[in-house]
């Protein structure tokens, strides 16, 4: 079946420091890759968003990169502040037929001061 | 509250209770979807539905049970038959993208913990 692997499930990293997480999706119909950071006790939270269509978006510190052929996609987040500590989770869907997300497994990251 | 809200925010389920969860939208979103999130397995999806009558099973639906007379409502019933049902649930909207996309992504409620008692 689809499924979205995530990688690494822990990540620390000084503060100051990039922080990067990999996804691989299976289902090759995705174009539509989402990121959710999800504080302790909290609701997810959409972050940063990628289609299909193009290979790298970036907002401010985070940025996400996009290679369909290895269906890979990955955010990288820069100059890392104790309150990027969170849970990240990728995910891939589709934007036409079936309207859900399949999300990968999470990523703890934890930024030390 | 974000425009879904989940309730209760706590629920205690006794053995052979079925239970009730409520979610509401009011963000006109025509797709609702119930995830189970367990602690290192991430997000999986029990039920969505993409239309108000109309839902679907996703990874993990046996013993739950949906319904969607409504289009802001989107209630999750975990039966007697749901083994392990303590776990931390979560409700999600999105805008349906086949009316054109717009890349919002998913809204989720604030969550309902259920522990069996």
């Known amino acids: 079946g689809e499924n979205v692997e995530q990688h690494p499930s822990t990540l620390s990293v000084q503060e100051g420091d990039s922080a990067v997480i990999k996804c691989t999706y299976s289902d090759s119909a995705s174009n539509y890759f989402p990121w959710y950071k999800q504080e302790l006790g909290k609701r997810p939270q959409l972050i940063i968003d990628?289609?299909?269509?193009?290979g790298e978006k970036k907002d401010q510190r985070i940025a996400v990169t996009l290679n369909k052929t290895a269906k890979h996609f990955s955010l990288h987040i820069t100059e890392t502040q104790p309150e990027d500590s969170a849970v990240y989770f990728c995910?891939?869907?589709?934007?036409?037929?079936?309207?859900?997300?399949?999300f990968g497994t999470g990523t703890r990251l934890k930024v030390l001061a | 509250d974000g425009g879904i809200t989940q309730s209760p925010k706590y629920l205690f389920r006794k053995e052979g209770q079925n239970v009730t969860l409520s979610c509401e939208q009011n963000l006109n979103h025509d797709a609702m979807y119930w995830y189970r999130q367990d602690p290192g397995q991430g997000l999986r999806l029990i039920y969505y539905s993409q239309i108000v009558n109309d839902f679907q099973k996703g990874d993990i639906a046996e013993g739950y049970s949906v319904s969607r007379e409504k289009k802001e409502s989107f209630p999750l019933t975990v039966t007697s038959a749901q083994k392990n049902p303590t776990a931390f649930y979560l409700c999600?909207?999105?805008?349906?993208?086949?009316?054109?996309?717009?890349?919002?992504?998913?809204?989720f409620g604030s969550g309902t913990r259920l522990t069996v008692v």
């Open positions: 999600a909207s999105s805008i349906d993208p086949g009316q054109g996309f717009r890349g919002y992504g998913y809204t």
């Open positions: 990628i289609r299909s269509n193009v």
């Open positions: 995910a891939a869907g589709r934007t036409s037929g079936t309207y859900k997300y399949i």
